[in-house]
Antibody, heavy 119, light 107 residues
Framework: QVQLVQSGAEVKKPGASVKVSCKASGYTFTSYDINWVRQATGQGLEWMGWMNPNSGNTGYAQKFQGRVTMTRNTSISTAYMELSSLRSEDTAVYYC????????????WGQGTLVTVSS | AIRMTQSPSSFSASTGDRVTITCRASQGISSYLAWYQQKPGKAPKLLIYAASTLQSGVPSRFSGSGSGTDFTLTISCLQSEDFATYYCQQYYSYPPTFGPGTKVDIK
């Protein structure tokens, strides 16, 4: 079945970077965009950006421009999201989600990766 | 960015109830709207896309309607497993944006 499996929880200090992975299975990795969405505890969903695994093209939300980088390794069907200059407000669960071609709804989602930023 | 609002923000209901959640976009988005269900500690799950198309495997008690700026998600007969938070999302234009969520809990 179509599945996205993310890397485990991370604890980082302010100013550090974090890199979260998202391994796809059950479909052709290069045929669908991968999006990243985050959710702070008790809060709503915030879209961060997308990546086309075929071309490597990316698009980032203005809020994260300059701090986020989305990449992929097609040989292992894995997408990555790296967020730098972490601050306490970046503490959240980060999700990857497959974007449907021709219509950017998200299905399925990865299980989420908790990133905690604390000194 | 297009702003999405939802009402109510939360409410209590009983098993068997018919419930309706409203989502409004700050500008017209045609039918480029999706609905998700999220349970505590879990990832969101797609229920509906294109405003009214039920995702494969989603029970038929869920339905969506609307176009332009006003949309609704209806659960015809609430089941115990439906107590969750529901989010709408527009994908008419970048960036895609989500509503703040509607939490449905047990009365």
């Amino acid at each position: 079945q179509v599945q996205l499996v993310q890397s485990g929880a991370e604890v980082k200090k302010p100013g550090a970077s974090v890199k979260v992975s998202c391994k796809a299975s059950g479909y052709t990795f290069t045929s669908y965009d991968i999006n990243w969405v985050r959710q702070a505890t008790g809060q709503g969903l915030e879209w961060m950006g997308w990546m086309n695994p075929n071309s490597g093209n990316t698009g980032y939300a203005q809020k994260f421009q300059g701090r986020v980088t989305m990449t992929r390794n097609t040989s292992i069907s894995t997408a990555y999201m790296e967020l730098s200059s972490l601050r306490s407000e970046d503490t959240a669960v980060y999700y990857c989600a497959r974007g449907e071609p021709g219509g950017n709804w998200f299905d399925p989602w990865g299980q989420g990766t908790l990133v905690t930023v604390s000194s | 960015a297009i702003r999405m609002t939802q009402s109510p923000s939360s409410f209590s209901a009983s098993t068997g109830d018919r419930v309706t959640i409203t989502c409004r976009a700050s500008q017209g988005i045609s039918s480029y709207l999706a609905w998700y269900q999220q349970k505590p500690g879990k990832a969101p799950k797609l229920l509906i896309y294109a405003a009214s198309t039920l995702q494969s495997g989603v029970p038929s008690r869920f339905s969506g309607s609307g176009s332009g700026t006003d949309f609704t998600l209806t659960i015809s007969c609430l089941q115990s497993e439906d107590f969750a938070t529901y989010y709408c999302q527009q994908y008419y234009s970048y960036p895609p944006t989500f509503g703040p969520g509607t939490k449905v809990d047990i009365k």
